[in-house]
């Protein structure tokens, strides 16, 4: 049979490439050991919904069966969760950020402040959510689930206000106040900072300029993104209330939990159509907004040097197994930094792990002399790898400098472009360095 939604298969196509866009950021995330609990809520959840996503509108793609009980009744609740999810992490991020620039330092000073900052964290990020999709959810379910032609599997809430307050109102509730009190802070510290930058940025091109601009976006991700699709969800969701005439704020515990309503329900495409716009523009609009999301998230961590490097590492650890060693990369396989000296300041040294509770992970600077060969599952892969160290050639020219100016600059698997915490403390130390050497 031929798909009910005109755009088929456009939208499991994209779900495929976004799930595998945050796998990927995972995945580095894992072989450096470098760890964000904002970032790695946000791209779990994401990678599972847009899975989900693509097999749902795969397998109901023509049409509305009730069918595959246990994976619908799952997915439904996880569609709740992660609608909690998505603001909650974007919101960490942001509040991580903040932090950061109020401290001067990417470690909170004492293990008290760790230990309060890892549970507000995870009380965000996951605590929150599955209170959100579990207790909370089941007093507006109306049906066990429902069946939408062309969508697959959804949650079965009651079409109420208490649906919008309870559940929806989460969509805008952390993105207001990550602009209201985090976001203005943190562009507040740049801007203070931008003399030193501009004078930084003047001389070393567009590098760091970057990098900045990949600052701005991590805090501006609940401005341009989150608060906004926040806002259309609930308006679409207020609209389609009242062309569907909804009973009032809530009709009762007896009328939403009535037995005879708790059997799934199906319903066709072209009711869907019959329920109006606002009702179809809802089920589109919340399906894409995930897809979106994760491209989102896939070009400011999937894309950096060090990333690309991690990919290259897993592929040359993978094609170990079977006992073949790809060619090597030569060329520009080395850091974008080039031969720029930025030996890190003992402070700028500072673990990740305090606040994230992984492994230990020094930052430093990854240091490749320009030109040079490098063999990636040899000597190239110990960007991703930590504790191996490159040394600068042609330190022996420049016997004019100082003790320290001579001192090797140890290169790192994990290096801070990658999240928002290393991102910032580069960025200062480059531009103190910067402003020392001249």
Known sequence: MVAVDPTYPLYPLTCILASTG???????????????????????????????????????????????????????????ITSVVKPMSTFI?????????SLQSVELPDKSARRWNLLVEWSLGLFIPLLI??????????????????????????????????IQSWAIIPPILSIMVYYPRVVRIFYRQSRDINSFLRSNGSITRTKYLRILALASIDLLLTLPIGIV????????????????????????????NWE??????????ASGTATLALQYFGFWTSPILAFAVFGLFGLTDDAR???????????????????????????????MEFCARPQDMVMLDAETGSHPSFIEK???????????????????????????????TNSGQ??????????????????DEGLIRESRSDAANETSSA
């Open 22 to 80: 945050v796998l990927l950021v995972l995945l580095t995330s894992f072989v450096r050991h470098n760890w964000n609990l904002g970032v790695t809520f946000l791209c779990f959840w994401l990678f599972v919904e847009t899975l989900t996503g693509a097999i749902d509108t795969i397998l109901w793609s023509d049409n509305a069966d009730i069918k595959f009980y246990v994976y619908c009744d799952i997915v439904s609740r996880l569609q709740v």
């Open 309 to 339: 490097a991690s990919y290259w590492y897993i592929v040359c650890t993978i094609c170990g197994w079977f006992g073949w060693t790809p060619a090597a990369r030569t060329g520009n396989s080395h850091s974008s930094m080039g031969s």
């Open 93 to 101: 991020i942001t509040r991580r950020l903040y932090t950061i620039a």
């Open 233 to 260: 969800g609930i308006v679409l969701d207020a609209t389609s209330l009242r062309a569907e005439n909804g009973h009032g704020f809530y009709p009762g515990w007896t009328a939403v939990h009535s037995t005879l």
């Open 402 to 419: 100082t003790e320290s100016s001579r001192h090797k600059c140890a290169s790192n698997a994990t290096q801070p472009g990658d999240t």
């Open 264 to 273: 799934p329900q199906s319903t066709s495409y072209a009711d869907l159509q």
């Open 133 to 166: 999709g579990g207790p909370i959810y089941y007093i507006d379910q109306v049906f066990q689930f429902q069946v939408l032609e062309g969508f697959g599997c959804t949650n079965a809430a009651y079409p109420s206000v208490f649906y919008i307050v309870i």
């Open 366 to 396: 990854d240091m490749i002399p320009s030109g040079r060969k490098v063999d990636d599952c040899s000597q190239g892969s110990a960007l991703a790898r930590k504790a191996e160290s490159v040394e600068l050639d042609d330190t022996e």
